[in-house]
């Protein structure tokens, strides 16, 4: 190399600097890709994509490449620096320490630290560009490639990891709400609450929604032909459950809107009501909310009745209840006015016991328990483990809890006063 003139070389330095970085930031801006927007820019027929995304499928191939590349090209560095600092000093001693401090400082600054940050950063910009390099760059090399992967993939066997290609990532239910909530701008927030309501709705099941059995609106068809008429032009509701005498013996649901279309053509009577009535759609008792959404879009029905092991109804469920775990309440009734719920000037709540957990936190935003207890008045026994009496004061969660008047063994209403500390302890006082 005596003859290649002292420009030449630092040319050709300047030239493998240039490679060893490319090879560095590749790699890093390889692993570094977002693997569902690459396949979201694979689908959407983005080329460098498409080219990275069959890289990656699979790596070691793509390791193999960008290693190859890289140490071929740190090793001809290295040669051409000692060369070229012999040219410069001579065939001193000095020469090659410092032959060796700068292959070192270069190595370690250009050609590693700086590219693999810039990749890191920017991932998408390196990758993308680098995949019509090294896509090709493998086809020509595949056979060094191949041995040389054939040797590490033989090491790895013997350690009981096999190398194969790479499957889709999938992404498990927390990781998903982990992206949904840090998508920050990206997503609205009122967007954010009802994707990770959808996600909620595999742990919910239809109990904790439910209309209790003791509030179910229903059709008695062994009453006054004018009390059912009235029942069911003054129902707020569009679809009741019909029986006769109670509940154990339901018949069916009816349709009010038919039921009035009826009345207006004048052909309303019992027989015409009993050929309006459809049978009854069933629902067992623990189904997740998921499931049960499902199930009402395949049976293409709105209303079911939750029944026991036992086929005892316990509650009656629509599909606006499951709605509204998503996208929240949009009843046309404000809080203010809801009959179960009465706010009091002092910041407190006149709550009736029967009131689901679940309503009150949602609608409130509070943060009572629900793992054991779907409504107040169960939640209220749960912790006194005792009959409730009137004037009985206790703190739930940090929710302090006056019970004012009960029915019975039930709880009928309570006043409930959020405090500033919340407290998992649990006090009470009777008055």
Do not use: C
Request: aromatic letters at 6%.
């Amino acid at each position: 190399m005596t003859d290649i003139p002292v420009g030449a070389l630092i040319g050709a330095l300047v030239f493998l600097v240039f490679l060893s970085a490319f090879f560095s930031a590749a790699e890093i801006a390889m692993v570094s890709l977002n693997r569902h927007r690459l396949r979201h820019l694979t689908a959407s027929g983005h080329r460098g994509a498409r080219l990275a995304e069959r890289l990656l499928a699979r790596p070691d191939r793509l390791i193999g490449v960008i290693l190859l590349g890289s140490n071929s090209v740190n090793a001809l560095f290295s040669a051409l620096t000692t060369v070229t600092v012999i040219r410069l000093w001579g065939k001193e001693e000095s020469a090659v320490g410092i032959a060796t401090v700068i292959i070192t400082l270069v190595i370690l600054i250009l050609t590693d630290l700086a590219p693999k940050t810039l990749a890191a950063l920017h991932p998408e910009r390196i990758a993308f560009p680098s995949a019509y390099v090294l896509r090709p760059m493998l086809w020509l090399i595949y056979p060094v490639v191949w041995v040389v992967n054939g040797m590490a993939n033989g090491l790895l066997r013997l350690i009981g990891v096999r190398v194969q290609a790479r499957s889709a990532d999938q992404v498990s239910p927390e990781e998903l709400r982990a992206i949904i909530m840090e998508a920050g701008v990206l997503i609205p927030e009122s967007h954010q609450d009802m994707l990770l309501a959808i996600l909620d709705l595999e742990k919910v099941t239809v109990d904790e929604v439910m209309v209790p059995r003791g509030k179910i609106e229903g059709v008695n068809l062994d009453a006054e032909w004018d009390d059912i008429v009235t029942q069911i032009t003054g129902s707020r509701y569009t679809r009741l459950p019909v029986y006769h005498g109670s509940l154990d013996n339901v018949t069916g649901m009816i349709h009010v809107r038919r039921v009035m279309n009826l009345m207006r053509e004048g052909k309303l009577d019992r027989e015409s009501l009993g050929q309006a009535i459809v049978e009854p759609y069933f629902i067992p008792s623990g189904t997740t909310l998921n499931t049960q959404l499902l199930n009402f879009r395949q049976v293409k029905r709105r209303v079911g009745l939750v029944v026991d092991e036992y086929g005892d109804i316990r509650g009656l469920v629509a599909l606006d209840e499951i709605l509204e775990e998503i996208v929240g309440d949009f009843s046309a009734q404000a809080l203010g006015q809801m009959e179960d719920v009465q706010p009091q000037p002092d910041g407190s709540f006149l709550v009736r016991g029967t009131v689901s957990l679940r309503d009150l936190n949602r609608r409130l935003g509070w943060n009572l328990p629900t793992d054991e207890s779907r409504t107040l008045n169960g939640l209220i026994v749960e912790y006194l483990e005792d009959i409730a009496e009137p004037g009985t004061s206790l703190m739930i969660h940090g929710y302090l809890v006056e019970i004012l008047r009960t029915r019975g063994t039930a709880i009928e209403i309570a006043r409930v006063q959020p405090v500033a500390a919340p407290e998992a302890e649990t006090s009470s006082t009777p008055s």
